[in-house]
Each structure stands twice: as C-alpha cells, then as structure tokens.
Nanobody, 119 residues
Framework: QVQLVESGGGLVQAGGSLRLSCEVS????????MGWFRQAPRKEREFVAH????????YYADSVKGRFTISRDNATTTAWLQMNSLKPEDTAVYYC????????????WGQGAQVTVSS
C-alpha cells in the first residue's frame, strides 16, 4: 500500500515562501514520477509541477514557473515543493501524487495540505 503524506502548508503573506514536503512509503520511491497539484475553492484541480523518477527532469505550470521548485531525494523517499514569491491566487489545497515510471495515470495521492496566501 503506497502512502503519501504532505506537510508544510500554512498561512503566509503575499511575497513570502513555504516549502511543502511529501513523504512516501510502501513502495519503491524511485519507481515513480512525483507531482504536485492544487485545487482552489470552486475550481478544478490543476497541475503544478512534476519531477521524473531520477530527478533529471522537471516540468512546471506556467503560473508557477520561476517561483516554485520541485525536488526529490530517493534516499529519503521525499519530494518537496519550494514556493517563493507567493501570491493570493496560489491559495489552494496542494496535493502530492505519484505516477508509475512508465505509466500515464497518477495512481496515488496524498491527503492535501492547505496553503493560504494573504494579501
């Protein structure tokens, strides 16, 4: 049973920073591409970023490019999302997700972490 547990959410002022963590257990972490998604109130869940199994490639939504950084450590089975220059529109519940290395579906999801950015 693969489990993903997010931590690090909270309340921050616009322009501030937060770092989200996603600890993974129950499977071979390095077998998965890791991703971050977010869902704001009354909106669809949207892609934020993902990082390939080796950490060699990263991809970002245009809305966060240059402000957010995704990273991972296969030794500690943890992925992170460093969020800088936060804006009120970044307010959302953030979810980490895991996709098998050669898969197309995001198979496993965390419980979500609330990020609130005040203006």
């Amino acid at each position: 049973q693969v489990q993903l547990v997010e931590s690090g959410g909270g309340l921050v002022q616009a322009g501030g920073s937060l770092r989200l963590s996603c600890e993974v257990s129950g499977s071979t972490f390095s077998s998965y591409t890791m991703g971050w998604f977010r869902q704001a109130p009354r909106k669809e869940r949207e892609f934020v970023a993902h990082i390939t199994w080796s950490g060699g490639s990263t991809y970002y939504a245009d809305s966060v490019k240059g402000r957010f950084t995704i990273s991972r450590d296969n030794a500690t089975t943890t992925a992170w999302l460093q969020m800088n220059s936060l804006k009120p529109e970044d307010t959302a519940v953030y979810y980490c997700a895991a996709r098998p290395r050669f898969g197309v579906q995001w198979s496993y999801w965390g419980q979500g972490a609330q990020v609130t950015v005040s203006s």
